[in-house]
């Protein structure tokens, strides 16, 4: 079982920044592919970005460019850096952990294929 507990979430005026961490209580961290999802009220889960173990980055295109995924697989932290941000960010924005190791074809996009994830923190962007 890996728990993952997010923090660095709030609140900021549109156009600023805020970096979310996500902290992985596993051994084998570098096994897993991360990534973050994001829910705002009455929509789908969606997803915003994921990196697999090592290094290589996936984004949607409304995050490609304001966004960036990175992870220290040495302190089992991934980071999510948001700049730029608008109205439309304001989510509860989940961490996520991907096992590879026992998977041979997966789609990292789908929330549906990650195993473990975090109880989520707040972002709200306002206008």
């Known amino acids: 079982q890996v728990q993952l507990v997010e923090s660095g979430g709030g609140l900021v005026q549109a156009g600023g920044s805020l970096r979310l961490s996500c902290a992985a209580s596993?051994?084998?961290?570098?096994?897993?592919?991360m990534g973050w999802f994001r829910q705002a009220p009455g929509k789908e889960r969606e997803f915003v970005a994921a990196i697999s173990g090592s290094g290589y980055t996936y984004y949607t295109n409304s995050t490609k460019g304001r966004f960036t995924i990175s992870r220290d697989n040495a302190k089992n932290l991934v980071y999510l850096q948001m700049n730029s941000l608008k109205a439309e960010d304001t989510a509860v924005y989940y961490c996520?952990?991907?096992?590879?190791?026992?998977?041979?074809?997966?789609?990292?996009?789908?929330?549906?294929?990650?195993?473990?994830w975090g109880q989520g923190t707040q972002v709200t962007v306002s206008s």
């Open positions: 596993t051994r084998t961290f570098s096994t897993y592919a």
């Open positions: 996520a952990a991907l096992q590879t190791s026992t998977k041979y074809n997966f789609n990292i996009y789908r929330g549906s294929q990650y195993d473990y």
